[in-house]
C-alpha cells in the first residue's frame, strides 16, 4: 500500500515545519508516536541504501526488532 501526502517544509525559527496545502485541516497536536516511528524509517532506509544491511532481517535483528516473512 503506497500513501500519498502533499506537503512542503518550511524553515521557521531556525526548524523545519510541515506545511499542508491551503484548505486541508491543519493538525493540532503533534503525534509523538508517528514522528518517532517516521523518523525510524527513514533511519532504516538510509541505513539499506547505504549497504549497512543486506536485508532487513539482519537489520531487524541488529535494532532488537521481530522480522517475520511476509504472508
Known sequence: M???????????????????????AQPRRTDNTLVKA???AFRWKRMLDSGDFATIAELAEREGRASHPPT
Do not use: N
Not at 503506497?2 to 486541508?24: C, N, S, Y
Open 38 to 40: 517516521l523518523a525510524r
Open 2 to 24: 503506497t500513501l500519498h501526502v502533499q506537503f512542503r517544509i518550511v524553515k521557521r525559527g531556525g526548524r523545519k515545519e510541515m506545511q499542508l496545502p491551503d484548505g486541508a
